[in-house]
């Protein structure tokens, strides 16, 4: 395409061979080069620039300038220096042409209500020349996309006849820049909903709550291409802080910090979830315990058939416009929920299917699975444990005289007590009827063992119902190495002890 000067005039087929130019660019921003590029020449420019309107601001996207000195002040200029085009109060901007005279005063000739917004850059422009500046908006049915701007050295330049080329070739160009957007949207939505189906599978197969929110964490940052964020999960009538993605990993004690400080600016006893999306415009006394900037927040309830139970928090440095992917982050929390429901019923019946029904303790099933555990942990520390076989002394008599729900009574009142009297990292569970089982670890029999076994019988309480218990103890590994062996030795010390007067802790060490 031949280039034109200023005094040739513009045809037809320089505008229709310029947008077959930009036709043929396969991206946004290849395009819009060609324009500035051309439009040096075209419209009698030394600088020209696009910036595109997005996220509440104007981003530079494509300059072209004929020094290097030039390229540098267009990609310096500052986005406020178009609040022309983004503060209309409803009405639709208009082109601008600006005259820069002798004395360097920015002068606006256009019927526009623009303001000067050129003069902070008054020095430099009357270095590099400038002498007319033409601020063209490009708009879509109403809709604000960019603006255009071309900065000239000659004083003839902009005439009558190149913005009527310009008006004409203006809209062609606007409607270029929306396809294109369009296409980018609808290409990055598809790649996340692509990512979304492949993230369900991984979410799917998650096995704990622990995996699944380091999973979906991972998976929010790839989805949503956001930065940071962090899951704020509800256990226990407590809100926590929990896997927190991106470049937050090292910061959660801060946020667990922020957050109980903004409970208290809100007078609160305790944390109130969101129970709908919420977005959250922090101020500048918000931001100043953060340790990085963050401009919003948008909190995403998760939910269950059991009520909110936990958030999203996903932190917007305003990098990205994390209110434009909604739709997607909406999807992507329901199947969250819906695979945290799954691991969490998961988890109940796993555990009903291991705790006794009656008293709330382990049962056989669950008490087996947690000793096979205690049992590879105590040959690795090298150290042993006290395996208790208990029997009540007298439950037929109370169940045959009072009935089954005192003998029932009787059994949770045993096993609450059971509980209350050993430590924490103890076991306890019921194993039959009246027999319960305790693991007292990191213990070895000897006269310390047998004075804590003697409180342990004492303080169970079982005279208000006239029953005793009877007690049969093995050490592992020392008396045996597998389970079964292990069960037999104590249960046969507890048959010696109950068929010798009952109320008895038989040991290896006590011959009856």
């Known amino acids: ?89 409803g009405q639709a901007p208009k ?54 701007t071309l900065f000239s050295d000659d004083l003839t330049s ?36 692509s990512l979304l189906l492949r993230g369900t599978e991984i979410l799917v197969k998650a096995v704990s709550e622990v995996q699944l929110l380091a999973e979906a964490g991972e998976m929010a940052m790839e989805i949503l291409y956001l930065e940071a964020g962090f899951f704020h999960m509800e256990e226990e009538g407590e809100w926590e802080l929990r896997a927190p993605f991106g470049r937050l990993k090292q910061f959660e004690t801060v946020w667990e910090e922020w957050i109980q400080k903004d409970k208290q600016k809100k007078h609160l006893l305790s944390y109130v979830p969101n129970l709908a999306p919420t977005l959250r415009v922090l101020n500048e006394d918000d931001q100043k315990d953060m340790p990085h900037l963050v401009k919003k927040i948008l909190i995403q309830p998760i939910a269950t058939y059991r009520g909110i139970v936990g958030e999203l928090w996903l932190l917007d440095s305003g990098m990205r416009d994390i209110e434009q992917t909604q739709e997607i982050l909406s999807a992507f929390v329901r199947m969250l929920s819906m695979a945290l429901e799954t691991i969490r019923q998961r988890q109940e019946l796993k ?34 444990f006290l395996f208790l076989l208990l029997d009540l002394d007298g439950f037929k008599n109370l ?25 924490q990292e103890d076991i306890v569970a019921r194993t039959g009827g009246d027999e319960f089982a305790v693991i007292l670890t990191d213990l070895k029999l000897g006269p310390d063992a047998m ?10 309480g079982l005279e208000k119902y006239g029953l005793g218990i009877s007690i049969g103890v093995a050490e592992f590994p020392t008396e045996s ?12 010390r507890l048959y010696v002890g109950k068929q010798n007067g009952k109320g008895h802790i038989v040991t290896r060490n006590i011959k009856l």
């Not at 099933?365 to 049992?375: D, K, S």
């Open 1 to 89: 395409m031949p280039l034109q000067s200023h005094c040739n005039r513009l045809k037809p087929e320089d505008i229709f061979g310029l947008l077959q130019e930009i036709n043929h660019e396969e991206d946004l921003e290849g395009a819009l080069r060609v324009l500035t590029k051309r439009g040096l020449d075209f419209f009698n420019s030394i600088m020209a620039g696009i910036w595109l309107w997005q996220d509440e601001k104007f981003q530079s996207l494509a300059i072209s300038a004929r020094t290097e000195l030039q390229q540098k002040f267009l990609l310096n200029l500052l986005p406020t220096d178009f609040s022309m085009f983004s503060e209309r109060g």
């Open 95 to 148: 082109m601008i042409i600006h005259v820069i005279d002798d004395a360097g005063n920015e002068l606006n000739i256009t019927d526009s209500d623009g303001v000067n917004c050129f003069s902070a850059w008054g020095n430099i422009l009357r270095e590099f020349g400038v002498r007319r500046i033409l601020c063209v908006p490009l708009i879509h049915f109403g809709q604000l996309l960019g603006v255009l």
């Open 158 to 193: 902009f005439d009558r006849e190149s913005v009527h080329w310009l008006e004409q070739l203006i809209p062609l160009i606007s409607s270029n820049v929306y396809e294109q957007q369009l296409r980018l949207a609808a290409l990055e939505r598809e790649q996340a909903l």
């Open 351 to 384: 555990l009903l299917a291991m705790t006794d029904h009656l008293t709330g303790i382990l049962n056989r099933q669950g008490f087996e699975q947690r000793i096979l555990g205690e049992m590879a942990g105590t040959l690795r520390r090298g150290t042993t």
């Open 399 to 423: 169940n045959d005289s009072q009935g089954h729900p005192i003998g029932d009574l009787a059994l949770r009142h045993l096993a609450q007590n059971l509980q209350k009297s050993v430590r």
């Open 451 to 460: 004075k804590l076994m003697e409180r342990l019988k004492d303080t169970l």
């Open 481 to 492: 190495q597998d389970y079964e062996t292990l069960y037999k030795v104590s249960d046969h």
